[in-house]
Nanobody
Framework: QVYLVESGGGSVQAGGSLRLSCTASLDSASKNYMAWFRQAPGKERVGVAGLGFDGSTRYADWAKGRFTISQDNTQSTLYLEMNNLNPEDTGMYYC?????????????????WGQGTSVTVFS
């Protein structure tokens, strides 16, 4: 059974931090590339950060220096550490996985999606 389950969302004051987790049940090839996406209310889904099977990473410009994507040693859990959050970071955060490279923050490149976890940042 294929699934991606996100957790760790919540409400946080501006300047605070959250760590999102994504538990993945996929064969290795299906998760060669994994990423986090965000969808703010009334806006399109956009890429936040991506991680390749070779350890390569890619970040949206606005996420650089504040967000860090990582994976546990078993490669079954993907993380997104988010620091110095601001109200513009509010939205639903989705975990995605796919077999095809190169690593990119394009939603169309990913086959498998979780249901999302909600993040609200208040000022």
């Amino acid at each position: 059974q294929v699934y991606l389950v996100e957790s760790g969302g919540g409400s946080v004051q501006a300047g605070g931090s959250l760590r999102l987790s994504c538990t993945a049940s996929l064969d290795s090839a299906s998760k060669n590339y994994m990423a986090w996406f965000r969808q703010a209310p009334g806006k399109e889904r956009v890429g936040v950060a991506g991680l390749g099977f070779d350890g390569s990473t890619r970040y949206a410009d606005w996420a650089k220096g504040r967000f860090t994507i990582s994976q546990d040693n078993t490669q079954s859990t993907l993380y997104l550490e988010m620091n110095n959050l601001n109200p513009e970071d509010t939205g639903m955060y989705y975990c995605a996985a796919g077999p095809w490279g190169p690593l990119r923050l394009d939603a169309g490149a990913y086959l498998h999606w979780g249901q999302g976890t909600s993040v609200t940042v208040f000022s």
